[in-house]
């Protein structure tokens, strides 16, 4: 086993569980959730969300942390030389190379191309905040506000300064740096939140009888079993991957850091509960009847629209509105940042371990690439005078939606169907809860992956019905003319999928070059 006493570690249980913890809360729980709960039929989408976080959310997330605290203990930081060490113990070091080359790739693709956005909905929050308290969209057509933001080349200073405190903080390690700002960023996140949640259950029936705050919370609690589809369901286990920050290789990444007998089952289970109270209690609460009780059941439908079209609108009507939209767009700012500044840590971590980078300058090196990648996002709006964010888009649909799914499969059939019991025992080293055989046999070796493969061919038939395989994807119908920049969003995610399987490749092959060659593993 490599020595890892060198590699940083977390300087406390509650800073442990407050990190991971924003890792999972982020824009998935309050700017994605709503509109994904609304658009698919609200009450009705909870019954295969709560399906999905159990039988899928739960199990990986259990996986994820084993993987990351084994691998750690072996001096790695990536997702993977991790799956595989793992890979090698039932299939030969030649295919296990090739298992684990695939899972770093797409490890390196999402730490890479989702914060190549992310961020920029980051900048976007920040911005807004500092609008809101200004007053600055008070009058104005929301739409044309938005357009207009992600159109003028210096509101992308708030991505710059965002991209900046991101550096800042990774540079002074897990410690000092990732686990003091979630100390603070946490807190004021579920304070935000309350606030949110008290204002929007007071709030009546501001513009119809109808339209009332308690009644958007009847949308989200009293399932309409009509409006449940098989679009929902899969729609479902996609947000359970997204809010949970599965299948990024994050999750292995803040777990490297902690000691070989810490307690992982215990520390999940938080983590998962405080996601949870974030997303549906906090979100749900909040999100969706402020928007409802102004815009009805169709107004809180949509996507993007929702957080920086839809709702700055209410905010203008509202009483106390400046200040209220100030809290929303702060709370939205804080929860990305503190998933955000897990994305940026892997990908130091990988310059810090595969080419002996100090973290310092590896934090520089990253911001960098950040700018470079996230130069698209920035280029259309400012190009096209529009904000249409096809680039955007398709970059999310192949890394943000459909690639961390794959990434979630490949770990659960490493540990679950290859290791096997072997990982069970890894999964209850040091552990005040441990998790039942039953509960392994039923749910990581049997149910997860089943759910994870048959959702995933659901997703497929989907995708490729909607048109998102064709040269020119369907839902560019009336503005092909931006196909450019859909291609360019595909070209993109193919040549960072190829790099990132030679890098790790490489990385792999330096390290365990003796057994690889032999093709016989090493303890």
Not at 50 to 68: D, H, K, Q, Y
Not at 131 to 151: I, K, N, P, Q
Not at 392 to 412: A, H, K, Q, R, S
């Amino acid at each position: 086993m490599a020595d890892n006493q060198n590699r940083d570690q977390w300087g406390s249980k509650i800073g442990l569980i407050l990190a991971m913890a924003g890792n999972a809360v982020g824009l998935g729980n309050f700017w994605r959730f709503p509109y994904i709960a609304a658009t698919n039929g609200g009450g009705a989408f909870m019954i295969p969300y709560f399906f999905a976080l159990i039988v899928i959310g739960l199990p990986t997330m259990l996986i994820e942390w084993s993987i990351g605290r084994y691998g750690g203990a072996h001096g790695h930081g990536t997702v993977g030389p991790m799956v595989y060490i793992q890979a090698k113990k039932a299939i030969s070091p030649k295919k296990a190379i090739i298992l684990g080359s695939a899972c770093g790739a797409i490890g390196f693709g999402v730490t890479i191309l989702v914060n190549s956005y992310y961020t920029h909905i980051i900048g976007w929050s920040l911005g807004y905040a500092v609008h809101s308290l200004l007053g600055s969209y008070v009058g104005v057509d929301s739409g044309a506000f938005f357009v207009s933001y992600v159109t003028d080349p210096k509101m992308l200073v708030f991505w710059v300064i965002s991209l900046a405190f991101l550096g800042w903080a990774v540079m002074k390690g897990v410690s000092e740096g990732i686990e003091a700002w979630a100390k603070v960023m946490m807190p004021t996140i579920y304070v935000f939140g309350i606030i949110l949640a008290i204002r929007a259950v007071t709030l009546g029936a501001p513009v119809n009888p109808d339209w009332s705050s308690l009644s958007g919370l009847n949308f989200v609690w009293n399932p309409d079993l009509s409006k449940l589809t098989s679009a929902s369901v899969v729609t479902a286990t996609g947000q359970i991957f997204f809010t949970l920050s599965l299948g990024m290789g994050i999750i292995c990444n803040y777990a490297s850091y902690l000691q070989p007998d810490e307690d992982i089952v215990t520390a999940s289970v938080a983590t998962v509960a405080l996601n949870e109270f974030a997303e549906v209690i906090l979100a749900g609460t909040s999100v969706i009847p402020i928007s409802y009780a102004f815009l009805g059941p169709e107004g809180i439908k949509g996507s993007i629209g929702l957080a920086f079209m839809a709702l700055p609108n209410v905010f203008t009507t509202m009483a106390g509105g400046r200040i209220f939209g100030a809290v929303w767009f702060f709370l939205l700012f804080f929860a990305g940042f503190t998933s955000a500044i897990a994305m940026y840590n892997y990908l130091v971590a990988l310059l810090e371990e595969e080419m002996g980078i100090d973290r310092k300058k590896g934090a520089v090196m990253i911001f960098i690439l950040y700018l470079i990648v996230g130069a698209p996002i920035a280029a259309e709006g400012v190009v096209t005078g529009e904000a249409n964010l096809i680039y955007f888009t398709e970059v999310d649909n192949w890394i943000g939606n459909y690639l961390l799914i794959v990434l979630g499969l490949l770990e659960v059939i490493t540990v679950a169907w290859l290791v096997k019991d072997e990982g069970l025992e890894e999964m209850n080293k040091g552990g005040l809860w441990k998790v039942p055989k039953w509960f392994y046999r039923v749910f990581p070796q049997f149910l997860t992956p089943v759910c994870i493969i048959v959702f995933l061919a659901i997703f497929t038939r989907d995708y490729w019905v909607a048109g998102n395989f064709k040269l020119v994807p369907s839902y560019l119908a009336g503005i092909e003319y931006m196909a450019p920049w859909a291609i360019a969003g595909r070209c993109v995610v193919i040549a960072v999928l190829v790099i990132g399987f030679i890098q790790t490749y490489k990385a792999i092959k330096r390290k365990y070059k003796d057994e690889i060659d032999s093709n016989q593993a090493k303890a």
